[in-house]
């Protein structure tokens, strides 16, 4: 069903989107045409790199051109952290809610983008139709398998969730309004559970005792969010469910078996790496390319750990004064350019520009302290071909949580992260970087710094109650005294 010349011209496209490494287009190719449908839903861009040597942010821009180009469709999932379900898959952003509630084991959650937001692409029905493009059509095992249950949920032991799910469970069925499903097992000791996957109707039988010598049956009805009755006891042999919907839509309904002493409540599960929706805000393909994504919350998404980095040139006004406002703009620029290099290739993005001023959010620590020394080589580079130093950078750079949001029709970070970020850039003087205690005692953050003078000092920010420690990182120490540094 592969649409050969739709695939052709997109796959030209995606070419020439960019300068790509040897083979990476290629590989993508291969997947669209030979991958299974399993293979081509909900593909992990993250899992993608691993499997086939690829860096992973080139492969999370690669994903992101091909769906531009129209080869793929993004979607937006919200997990649960303690089943693994797919709660909600969205096509964009802009329909993420601040609030949700996973119907197969009943929890509420405030969606955080750092953890409970995956962000995956499924080949374009106009390119390869699979049957994950209408789930209504599925089997009951596709549906819960491979539609609503993900697979990178992992135990502590590192045994996939789906595995526990798909080992338990003794029966499915698709109950339209109206129908009855019969389910027949074996019942052993321990507890039967019967959900419903779309709503919070479900029923726990206790299965203990001597055993039946006769089948035993039971009858249950789905009404609105609930299961009649919802409990009961039944000894261990041959049993027989059957399970009417009274509702106006279909349910679909899997019945388990649990083992004695099964916990029904666990803490949360493990996952393997996935590309989540803090790493793609922070992508400037996504940034530059996707700009109708917006966050429409009404409080915005909070991201529980960015890294804010503050970059502003100090003496820009002289600049202005002495070449001239055109000529200064044009020089800024070329300024900006170097910096929006850098924070790219150090997994970053830039999220807006004030003035001569930049901000930029990164995933962790180390990636803005990389780009904030790579920042300051940067400048420097600039300033060896000019009679004066116009470029010298003052950088602060801070971690914490944040929230966020869209303001002027543009993501942005929102909170006392950004806000002490662009306070203790205000402290570092001309080709300095200042540095919050969050960051300086980030993994790796110390031995990136080791080559440079630092010195600390306890400032007061405003908004801050206590005073904070900040750290100035100069210019790197001489060769003889870096192995004497602390």
Avoid at 39 to 47: D, G, K, L, Q, S
Avoid at 197 to 211: C, H, K, M, T
Avoid at 332 to 351: C, P, Y
Wanted: hydrophobic letters at 40%.
């Amino acid at each position: 069903m592969i649409q050969e010349a739709v695939l052709e011209e997109r796959l030209a496209k995606l070419e020439a989107a960019k300068s790509w490494s040897p083979r990476v287009v290629s590989r993508l190719e291969t997947l669209i045409r030979s991958g299974s449908e399993e293979a081509v839903f909900r593909i992990n861009p993250i899992r993608f790199a691993c499997e086939r040597g690829i860096a992973e942010s080139e492969a999370i821009d690669l994903f992101l051109n091909a769906t531009l180009a129209g080869l793929f469709e993004m979607d937006w999932l919200l997990l649960c952290p303690v089943c693994s379900d797919v709660v909600a898959n969205f096509r964009s952003l802009r329909a993420v809610e601040n609030h949700f509630h996973c119907n197969l084991c009943h929890a509420d959650y405030d969606p955080t983008l750092d953890d409970f937001i995956a962000v995956t692409f499924t080949v374009s029905p106009t390119v390869r139709g699979i049957r994950y493009h209408d789930p209504d059509s599925l089997s009951v095992e596709d549906y819960v398998f491979h539609y609503k249950v993900t697979p990178e949920g992992l135990t502590d032991e590192g045994v996939p969730w789906i595995e526990i799910l798909r080992s338990s469970l003794r029966g499915g069925a698709r109950i339209g309004p109206g129908e009855v499903a019969a389910f027949d097992f074996e019942a052993g000791p321990g507890m039967i559970l019967g959900f419903d996957l779309e709503s919070d109707a479900f029923f726990l039988i206790n299965v203990a005792g001597e055993r039946s010598a006769e089948a035993q049956s039971a009858s249950v009805v789905i009404r609105l969010g609930v299961c009649e009755p919802s409990e009961g006891r039944l000894a261990p042999g041959r049993v027989r469910f059957e399970v009417k919907s009274e509702t106006d839509r279909a349910a679909i309904f899997g019945v388990m078996q649990l083992p004695p002493g099964a916990p029904l409540n666990h803490g949360p599960l493990k996952f393997e790496p996935f590309l989540s929706g803090k790493r793609l805000l922070m992508t400037q393909t996504f940034r530059d390319n996707f700009r109708s994504e917006v966050i429409h919350a009404a409080e915005g998404i909070t991201v529980r750990d960015v890294t804010i980095l503050f970059t502003d040139l100090k003496g820009s006004t002289a600049l202005y004064e002495r070449i001239g406002d055109l000529n200064a703009y044009v020089q800024v620029q070329r300024h900006f350019e170097k910096l929006l290099d850098v924070t790219m290739r150090r997994n970053g993005a830039i999220n807006k520009t004030i003035g001569d001023a930049v901000m930029a959010a990164f995933p962790t620590p180390i990636d803005a302290v990389q780009a904030a020394l790579e920042m300051r080589e940067a400048a420097e580079d600039l300033n060896r071909d000019r009679s004066q130093r116009d470029f010298i950078l003052k950088i602060g750079i801070h971690r914490g949580a944040a929230i966020a949001v869209t303001l002027n029709d543009r993501l942005d970070y929102f909170g006392q992260t950004a806000n002490i970020a662009s306070r203790v850039q205000n402290l570092a003087g001309g080709d300095e970087v200042c540095l919050t205690e969050d960051v300086r005692r980030a993994a790796g953050v110390e031995e990136a710094l080791a080559p440079y003078a630092i010195r600390s000092a306890e400032a007061e920010l405003k908004g801050v109650e206590q005073r904070t420690p900040v750290y100035f990182v100069g210019a790197p120490l001489p060769r003889e005294n870096e192995a004497g540094q602390s």
